[in-house]
């Protein structure tokens, strides 16, 4: 299983990024993806989730902002931020819980900043 991040960059407050997660090794369409971020000195956490089906889930944190989408034919998870603030500077990480592991990718930096 692999799973490949990209999309994190600098980005002023109030702006915009796409992060994208690219899956191989799994059949995609019938796993739930979920992005997490960790920010220095704090633990992981989940921001977002999508079931196999579409259903959506996200931390209060995020609520409004964020946006999870998958698109089975290209295996692909996204995550679109928007109205990005100083607090959701953290590596990224996509991820996919099998019933025997769990699995990460690399991560991708943002970093929000003026």
């Known amino acids: 299983v692999q799973l490949v991040e990209s999309g994190g960059g600098l980005v002023q407050p109030g702006g915009s990024l796409r992060l994208s997660c690219a899956a191989s090794?799994?059949?995609?369409?019938?796993?739930?993806m979920n992005w997490y971020r960790q920010a220095p000195g704090k633990q992981r956490e989940l921001v977002a989730t999508i079931t196999a089906g579409g259903s959506t889930n996200y931390a209060d944190s995020v609520k409004g902002r964020f946006t999870i989408s998958r698109e089975n034919a290209k295996s692909t998870v996204y995550l679109q931020m928007n109205s990005l603030k100083s607090e959701d500077t953290a590596v990224y990480y996509c991820?996919?819980?099998?019933?025997?592991?769990?699995?990460w990718g690399q991560g991708t930096q943002v970093t929000v900043s003026s």
């Open positions: 090794g799994i059949i995609f369409g019938v796993n739930a």
């Open positions: 991820n996919v819980k099998l019933p025997l592991m769990n699995y």
